[in-house]
């Protein structure tokens, strides 16, 4: 500490810029930016938002789903596109991992977003940052905020299932274990409460949700009740039935935390945000002011964003999201 302050004293401004850039250099993130395709592919951003604005008018859900599918990209070994490719016999995906398998959806429509970027850009733009437009665009849609997605990551050239089992927190988390999993990727615990509120919009299956309603005390009677309806109490029975992870489940709003204030968290795990813990009092605020959440839902989705990307001449540019080059 003393070491540092004499070096910055004796040298000035300009060597603490040039530590700052050193530092810098070990950030791959810090080589994505909002405009890496203005020249390259300028029709980029119209292109994408008008596929996902079809997709969605077709079925509200898949804004939801197509917002998952970033977050279960990056939570694997970072934002590179890995959760998109099918497995083949020599190779195994993170399709069938179990976070993912009878649950991850909307790789149709990056199918089609993929094929209309193709078409405008051959051989430019990566399923990555695809994805991530495709992520913003959706929450936008279905009235949540807006923010600028940076880009310039590359498409792995491999996938792993072990880290898709590992790296997803499972619905049955506790609030501990939810802090620390974000926490490990650069994430705080504000950003951690923010990004769940993506449970805003969507459905969930009663696999996900079976123990909480028959089994927890935390929980609204008469939604455990209702819930209860449609997702029989024995393993096996009824499991991919859905319900909507909030009230209004085609509205980006700050319903899921009002929910959360009432006891009625669908997941073990959303329940845990608002359980006598310390992230109550962010989920008493994202209640009270809608403005507060949805900026501090856009910061963290710029940070989730920035979760290890390959840049440079790492990865590929892949042709088609769902196999190698
Ligand atoms: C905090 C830890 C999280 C846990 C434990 C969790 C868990 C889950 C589970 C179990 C489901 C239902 C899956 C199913 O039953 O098929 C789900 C759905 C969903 N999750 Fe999360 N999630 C978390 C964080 C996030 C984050 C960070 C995002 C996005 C940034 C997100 C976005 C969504 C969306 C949009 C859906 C609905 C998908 C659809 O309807 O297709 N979740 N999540
Ligand atoms: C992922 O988990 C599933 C279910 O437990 C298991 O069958 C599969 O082998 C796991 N994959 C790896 C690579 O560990
Ligand atoms: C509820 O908890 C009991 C005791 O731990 C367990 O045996 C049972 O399988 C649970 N029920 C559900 C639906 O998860």
Redesign the pocket.
């Known amino acids: 500490m003393a070491l540092t302050s004499v070096f910055f004293k004796n040298h000035g401004i300009n060597l603490a810029l040039v530590l700052l850039i050193l530092l810098n250099i070990g950030n791959s993130s810090a080589q994505l930016s909002a405009d890496f395709y203005s020249k390259s592919c300028p029709q980029l951003f119209t292109t994408v938002k008008s596929v996902v604005h079809k997709a969605i008018q077709r079925e509200a859900r898949m804004g939801a789903s197509l917002l998952r599918l970033f977050f279960h990209d990056c939570f694997v070994n970072g934002c590179d596109a890995s959760v998109l490719l099918d497995d083949t016999s020599s190779f195994?995906g993170e399709k069938r991992?179990?976070p993912n398998l009878n649950s991850a959806r909307g790789f149709d429509v990056v199918d089609k977003i993929k094929s209309a970027v193709e078409k405008v850009c051959p051989g430019v733009v990566s399923c990555a940052d695809a994805l991530a437009i495709a992520a913003r665009d959706s929450v936008v849609i279905l009235g949540g905020p807006n923010w600028g997605v940076k880009l310039g990551r590359r498409d792995a050239r491999t996938a792993s299932?072990?880290a898709a089992?590992n790296s997803i927190p499972p619905p049955t988390s506790n609030l501990n274990s939810l802090i620390s999993r974000f926490n490990a990727l650069g994430l705080s615990t504000k950003d951690m409460v923010a990004l769940s509120g993506s449970h805003t919009i969507g459905q969930a299956r009663c696999t996900s949700f079976r123990a909480r309603i028959y089994n927890e005390t935390n929980l609204d009677r008469s939604l455990a009740k209702t819930r209860q309806g449609n997702c029989p109490r024995p393993n096996g029975v009824g499991d991919n039935n859905l319900a909507p992870l909030d009230q209004t489940p085609t509205t980006f709003d700050n319903n899921y935390f009002n929910s959360l204030l009432n006891r009625r968290g669908l997941l073990h795990s959303d329940q845990q945000l608002f359980n006598g813990g310390s992230t109550d009092s962010i989920v008493r605020t994202y209640s009270k002011n809608m403005d507060v959440f949805k900026s501090d839902f856009a910061v963290a989705m710029i940070k989730m964003g920035d979760i290890r990307p390959l840049t440079g001449s790492n990865g590929e540019i892949r042709k088609n999201c769902r196999r190698l080059n």
């Open positions: 195994t991992a179990v299932q072990a089992n």
